[in-house]
């Protein structure tokens, strides 16, 4: 059985927020299980936000979470399930992001913001212009069917790919950098 719980977060972006740990906002419409664990679906969505993040990165947050509302539900219209990749697939803080850089580049390292060596998997610089960290990005998990999707309507609600060896990123309003 699902329950869903709606929270508006348009008007402000502090508006319609619930805590998530220590660290972390929930921000969006998000579904829970028959338990209260939180699925995680984009939505709006089960998106997380760092509490080091800056006024304008919740700013860009809250708009890219609309967006991606509204792309959800046009995708699902569609016959499509638009799934972020995990729990660090939204907004990260830099701190963050450096964790999951030195946990997945143990031998990499980062000379102006340029990864330098191999990474498990792949996994940027950690830099306060990275869209990740400025609340602009998403990694998706897309099935063919909602990839080609997303290819043909993901500009109609402001996203497209911008970097080419990663078919599940997609950044928001960046549309100067799209490769499709």
Request: a neutral charge.
């Amino acid at each position: 059985m699902r329950l869903t719980a709606a929270l508006v977060v348009l008007a402000s972006v502090t508006a319609g927020c619930v805590e998530y740990g220590e660290d972390f906002e929930l921000l969006g419409e998000h579904e829970h299980d028959d338990t209260g664990a939180a699925i995680e679906e984009i939505r709006a969505t089960a998106i997380r936000i760092p509490s080091d993040a800056t006024a304008a990165d919740r700013q860009r947050w809250a708009a890219t979470s609309a967006a991606a509302e509204r792309l959800r539900v046009a995708a699902a219209s569609a016959g499509h399930r638009i799934e972020l990749t995990g729990p660090n697939s939204g907004i990260r803080g830099f701190a963050q992001q450096a964790a999951l850089f030195a946990q997945n580049c143990p031998s990499a390292r980062c000379v102006n913001g340029v990864r330098q060596g191999t990474c498990r998997v792949v996994t940027a610089c950690p830099s306060r212009n990275a869209p990740h960290i400025r609340g602009s990005a998403v990694d998706l998990n897309l099935s063919s069917g909602a990839y080609r999707w997303m290819v043909n309507n993901a500009r109609r609600f402001g996203f497209c790919r911008t970097v080419p060896s990663e078919t599940w990123h997609w950044e928001h309003n960046r549309s100067d950098a799209c490769i499709f």
